[in-house]
């Protein structure tokens, strides 16, 4: 009878121990999930202002034009990253969730 209780008591700590894992991965992806919205908000703000600096300081468009674009070349990626992260992945712990497409294949 206690072999069944040490048993229960395992299995009990074991889903313990998983919803600790999955809180932890959880506060680890919203953390990174802020960071993100941080640097999409503050890369095109610098890129602006080097833009201006290298404008107004070496009066060459071409410089200032190439400099913005490349803060835009930056930003671009953060803000597609930022987007992708606020996707949910898919629930792949069970066999039955995978879809391999049509019933039948030849």
């Given at each position: 009878m206690s072999k069944k209780k040490t048993k229960r008591d395992k299995r009990r700590e074991e889903r313990d121990e998983a919803v600790e894992r999955e809180r932890l991965a959880q506060?680890?992806?919203e953390e990174r999930r802020r960071k993100y919205r941080i640097a999409a908000v503050v890369v095109p703000i610098v890129a602006i202002a080097g833009a201006l600096g290298v404008y107004f300081g070496t009066?060459?468009?071409q410089l200032a034009g190439l400099t913005?674009?490349?803060?835009?070349a930056i930003w671009l990626?953060?803000?597609?990253?930022?987007?992708?992260?606020?996707?949910?992945?898919?629930?792949?712990t069970r066999a039955?969730?995978?879809?391999?497409?049509?019933?039948r294949r030849r």
């Open positions: 506060q680890f992806f009066d060459d468009k913005g674009m490349i803060g835009l990626p953060l803000v597609i990253g930022s987007i992708g992260s606020q996707v949910t992945p898919r629930d792949r039955g969730a995978i879809d391999f497409g049509g019933e």
